[in-house]
C-alpha cells in the first residue's frame, strides 16, 4: 500500500464533513456501547448486548462500505481514467474507513477520560458521592477498538467490491 495515497484518502475523508462526522458519531455510539456491554457480560455472563452490537458494527461497516462507494464512483472513474490500479483505489477506501474509525476511539477515550475523572473527583470530597466504577474498562474498551477495526475489514470489501465495477468510461459519460 502507498503511504502518500494513503494520506490523501485521509484528506479526502474530511473533506465530506457531514458524513464524516455523522459516521464518526455512529461508531462512537457502537465503540462506546459495545465496551459498555462487554463489561456487564463480563460480570453477569448474558451475551446478547454483545452480540447485537457486534451486529450493529458490521451493519453500519457495510452500510458506509455502501455509501462510500457511491459517492465516490465518479472519483474513481477518474483515477481509472488516470491509470491507477485496484491496489492504489484500495488504499483510499482503506484511509477513509480506518480514520473513521480511529476517531470515533479517539473520541470514545475522550469521554472515558472525564468520566473517570469527574468520578475520583466527586468519590474523592470526603466520600460524599458514591458513583461507583467507570463504565469505560480499559481491557474490554481497547478490545472493543480493535475488534471494529477489524469488523471494518467487511466494509473495505464491500466497498472495494463495488469499485472494481466501475468502468472509466463512466466518468466521460457523466459530463
Known amino acids: 500500500m502507498n503511504f502518500r495515497i494513503f494520506l490523501k484518502s485521509l484528506k ?12 464518526v458519531a455512529i ?9 459498555i456491554f462487554a463489561n456487564i457480560v463480563y460480570k453477569t455472563g448474558n451475551g ?5 452490537s457486534l451486529i450493529s458494527t458490521v451493519g453500519t461497516a457495510v452500510v458506509y462500505g455502501l455509501l462510500l462507494s457511491g459517492y465516490r464512483k465518479m472519483q474513481v472513474a477518474t483515477l481509472r481514467c488516470l491509470g491507477w490500479d485496484f491496489s492504489n483505489i484500495q488504499s483510499l ?11 470515533a476511539f479517539l473520541v470514545d ?9 469527574l468520578i475520583y473527583y466527586f468519590t474523592g470530597l470526603a466520600g460524599i458521592v458514591q458513583l461507583g466504577e467507570p463504565l469505560f474498562q480499559p481491557f474490554w474498551f481497547f478490545l472493543t477498538f480493535f475488534i471494529t477495526l477489524g469488523i471494518q475489514c467487511i466494509g473495505i470489501y464491500v466497498a472495494y467490491y463495488k469499485m472494481k465495477k466501475v468502468k472509466p468510461m463512466e466518468a466521460l459519460r457523466k459530463v
Open 109 to 117: 477515550l475522550e469521554i472515558a477520560i472525564h468520566q473517570i475523572g
Open 12 to 23: 479526502l475523508a474530511v473533506r465530506s464533513r457531514k458524513r464524516f462526522v455523522l459516521f
Open 48 to 52: 446478547w448486548g454483545v452480540i447485537g
Open 93 to 103: 477506501f482503506i484511509g477513509e474507513l480506518i480514520l473513521v474509525t480511529v476517531v
Open 27 to 35: 461508531y462512537a455510539i457502537l465503540i462506546g456501547f459495545t465496551t
